[in-house]
Nanobody, 118 residues
């Protein structure tokens, strides 16, 4: 069964905004962190942002000040608000859920395409 459901990707002009959402199945226990990675053609997957259960956030330097990650713990959902988008933000965005350190397992979404045109 699909355990991470992503939505919100699309095509937007440079300077525009998109909001990504990812809903994690309640069958996933002991979530320590939720976040977003992205991958452009020919490049490795890279961290965009993540947020821990305790509220600590981390952002890639390239998106700091433009993107905001947030969680709704009651809904088991993580969001990524992306503002002032640039063509370099183009790629497939993957939701990620990391379990506790003992379980030590990453869940991945199927990916949602984000395309930013000049």
């Amino acid at each position: 069964q699909v355990q991470l459901v992503e939505s919100g990707g699309g095509v937007v002009q440079a300077g525009g905004s998109l909001r990504l959402s990812c809903v994690a199945s309640e069958s996933i226990f002991s979530i320590n962190a939720m976040g977003w990675y992205r991958q452009a053609p020919g490049n490795e997957r890279e961290l965009v942002a993540h947020v821990t259960t305790g509220g600590h956030t981390n952002y890639a330097a390239s998106v700091k000040g433009r993107f905001t990650i947030s969680r709704d713990n009651a809904k088991n959902t993580v969001y990524l608000q992306m503002n002032s988008l640039k063509p370099e933000d183009t790629g497939v965005y993957y939701c990620n859920v990391y379990t506790d350190y003992v379980t030590d397992y990453d869940y991945w979404g199927q990916g949602t395409q984000v395309t930013v045109s000049s």
